[in-house]
């Protein structure tokens, strides 16, 4: 993802403007995956592994189901983009995913080059597909958006927040930012 800016840096300002935000105290960028979708259990494996790290695995089988929804539409945006998905000389398209964690709330970030952007439909109930941002909207209590890329190339960031009220403390986090729950005139 050439060109792109580094994920889980900038931050939509009430303006619509993408603009640096604070640093989040636990942050793991995948590298860059073909948008393939063999590449879909290696986004699971490592969402699973990153958070095994982080102390917070009770948010495992979330993650994993919000993460391979996001991951999904990707790489079927990738697929339909007009990019060439292989071939000799030809560039594929990649999927980029990023985790980002603080006391609040699991962020997941998915950036991937396909022009569009997502869109919450209802499906009817014997559709094989059109449920997947039902399911991130219903996972992440409404908590997802999306933004574009800031480079040349056409691309989107589509991000899925869980909230984290419900896990453990990590140590990892305790001794990362200070409990906000415990700094008067903090939100």
């Not at 303006?15 to 948008?35: E, K, Q, Y």
């Not at 009770?58 to 007009?82: Q, Y």
């Not at 991937?112 to 952007?117: I, T």
């Not at 991000?159 to 896990?167: G, L, N, S």
């Amino acid at each position: 993802m050439n060109g792109h800016v580094y994920p889980g840096s900038l931050r939509p300002a009430p303006d619509g403007v993408l603009r640096p935000g604070a640093p989040w105290p636990l942050s793991n960028v995948m590298t860059p995956l073909s948008a393939l979708p063999s590449a879909l259990s290696c986004v699971r494996a490592e969402v699973r592994a990153a958070l095994t790290r982080w102390d917070m695995s009770n948010l495992t089988e979330a993650a994993e189901l919000v993460v391979t929804e996001l991951a999904t539409n990707a790489v079927r945006a990738a697929g339909r983009s007009g990019q060439p998905s292989s071939g000799l000389g030809r560039p594929t398209p990649v999927i980029l995913i990023c985790l980002l964690a603080d006391r609040v709330r699991l962020r997941i970030e998915t950036w991937d080059q396909a022009p569009g952007f997502p869109v919450l439909r209802g499906a009817p109930v014997d559709a094989e597909f059109g449920r997947g941002l039902a399911l991130v909207d219903a996972m992440t209590e409404g908590r997802w958006g999306w933004h574009p890329t800031l480079s040349a190339q056409v691309g989107k960031c589509v991000w899925a927040e869980i909230p984290v009220r419900d896990a453990p403390a990590s140590p990892l986090l305790a001794s990362a930012v200070p409990n906000r729950a415990a700094t008067p005139g903090t939100n």
